[in-house]
Nanobody, 132 residues
Framework: HVQLVESGGGSVQAGGSLTLSCAASGLRSTSYYCMAWFRQAPGKEREGVAGITMHDPDARDTTYYTNSVKGRFTISRDNAKDTVFLQMNSLKPGDTAVYYC????????????????????WGQGTQVTVSS
């Protein structure tokens, strides 16, 4: 069981920035994991936002993003602290949602962000509200 704790949500005006953090506990240092951010807006399905592989033995920096956030959001990691970050710039009202951190075993794949069922543990979520 992996515990995930998100932080950094809040309210900003359109065009503003926020950085979300997800601290994981219970990861095996010798195993690699796909860590991803998902979001869910009221009345909408949960969608994948960004993903990155933790503890990647090949030290790949491959990142994955949903099309709507490419060029605005950046996912990064601190393997030593088992923490993943989501830097969100040029925020739009359409980015308003509860953002969740999630973990899957193995490296992230192209399909990871569309496969919610692959992720076995989830954080409690953090609210991001963008006003126009």
């Amino acid at each position: 069981h992996v515990q995930l704790v998100e932080s950094g949500g809040g309210s900003v005006q359109a065009g503003g920035s926020l950085t979300l953090s997800c601290a994981a506990s219970g990861l095996r240092s010798t195993s690699y994991y796909c860590m991803a951010w998902f979001r869910q807006a009221p009345g909408k399905e949960r969608e994948g936002v960004a993903g990155i592989t933790m503890h990647d033995p090949d030290a790949r920096d491959t990142t994955y993003y949903t099309n709507s956030v490419k060029g605005r959001f950046t996912i990064s990691r601190d393997n030593a602290k088992d923490t993943v970050f989501l830097q969100m710039n040029s925020l739009k009202p359409g980015d308003t949602a509860v953002y969740y951190c999630a973990v899957d075993s193995g490296i992230c794949l192209d399909a990871s962000l569309s496969k919610l069922g692959w992720f076995f543990d989830w954080g409690q979520g953090t609210q991001v509200t963008v006003s126009s």
